[in-house]
């Protein structure tokens, strides 16, 4: 088979499309042939040996990728055979693999995709939708908040943006340049802003004609994070889930004295320690998918052999909504 190999740490330039032996699925185990591989920002991070997020930097040489959508074709020791043909989606962990023609996991980790769900959506939802839903139970998201997205043309931010309107929440969500924030309105924000352009939180607040914004969730971090700090009325709660800027959200114990919001981080290790871990959160996400209550917004698939070019575009942020291989 085919797979994408990393053999140092560095550019993009380090991801080799490369021929390799199949993998042998071992007891327990189960092999996928990939229809749709995920690609997500901390991929990047790792690639470059800079930051491993919540998983440790791997030694190399690696198969990068950790979400994987496909048919099962063959079970280890131990695995019911009715296993093969069924199509699937798993998230593979710490361990990788998924930037591959082919990948194997144990068979505990595996979803059953109910019939017309595409293997991009479903890539797109295993891992970006348990973030998901994980962002908004810490949010605590009801009806009647007004909330603030930031990044919301992206993998989380456009989930984020269905779900709380079909919740009947007010919206306004935050993306960069013209095309992005079309694509925000399309997906049914009440309002959506450029946050590029350095005037936003001014016409954030004229939108609003005095309504205090109660939940902000930021992915960007950094100074776009702190304006949505400031535009948090008292009492409201800011729920962090990323810092794509490469910057933290800049705050004190005095700005939240100052501010009266509760600020809470959704990802790290408030997920990490949970002592059900990460499943419920996934099959929450996959369930809604699969009834069409909200769609990813999946960007144009790369092919498998142009992972550089998926890393190249996510870190140009040239991409809307969760980026995809495919063979």
Do not use: C
């Not at 998924?98 to 293997?119: I, N, P």
């Not at 997205?149 to 931010?157: E, F, K, M, Q």
């Not at 590029?196 to 971090?221: H, Y």
């Not at 800027?245 to 981080?265: C, I, K, N």
Request: aromatic share 4%; hydrophobic share 45%; glycine share 16%.
């Amino acid at each position: 088979m085919f797979a994408i190999r990393q053999h140092e740490f560095g550019g993009p330039e380090e991801l080799r499309y490369e021929r390799v032996d199949d993998p042998v699925p071992g007891p327990g185990q189960v092999r996928i042939v990939m229809a749709a591989a995920g690609v997500h920002l901390i991929d990047t991070s790792i690639r470059s040996g800079t930051s491993g997020g919540p998983f440790p930097l791997p030694d190399l040489p690696v198969t990068p990728g950790r979400e994987m959508a496909g048919t099962v074709d063959a079970v280890g020791d131990g695995v019911d055979p009715a296993w093969v043909g069924e199509r699937v989606v798993a998230h593979l962990g710490a361990a990788g693999g998924g930037y591959a023609e082919m990948a194997v996991t144990g068979v505990e980790a595996l979803h059953r995709l109910a019939d017309g769900v595409a293997f991009t959506d479903a890539a797109a939802m295993v891992g970006t939708g348990r973030t998901t839903m994980a962002v908004l139970e810490v949010g605590a998201l009801t009806g009647d908040d007004v909330v603030l997205v930031t990044a919301a043309a992206g993998g989380i931010g456009s989930l984020v943006v269905q779900i709380a309107r079909r919740r009947g929440a007010t919206v306004v969500g935050l993306a960069g340049g013209p095309a992005k924030v079309r694509a925000v309105e399309q997906l049914g924000a009440n309002a959506a802003f450029d946050y590029t352009d350095a005037g936003w939180p001014d016409r954030v607040r004229a939108w609003a004609e005095g309504r205090p914004v109660t939940l902000g969730l930021d992915g960007v971090g950094g100074m776009i994070g702190r304006h949505v700090l400031e535009l948090v009325g008292p009492g409201g709660r800011l729920v962090l889930f990323g810092s794509s800027s490469g910057e933290v959200v800049p705050l004190s114990a005095g700005d939240l004295f100052r501010t009266g919001v509760t600020v809470s981080a959704a990802v790290g290790a408030r997920m990490t320690s949970r002592p059900e871990g990460f499943r419920p959160w996934a099959e929450q996400a996959l369930a809604e998918l699969a009834v069409g209550t909200v769609r990813p917004l999946v960007h144009p698939p790369f092919r498998l052999a142009d992972a550089a070019g998926a890393h190249r575009a996510i870190a140009g942020r040239a991409t809307t909504g969760k980026v995809v291989l495919v063979p």
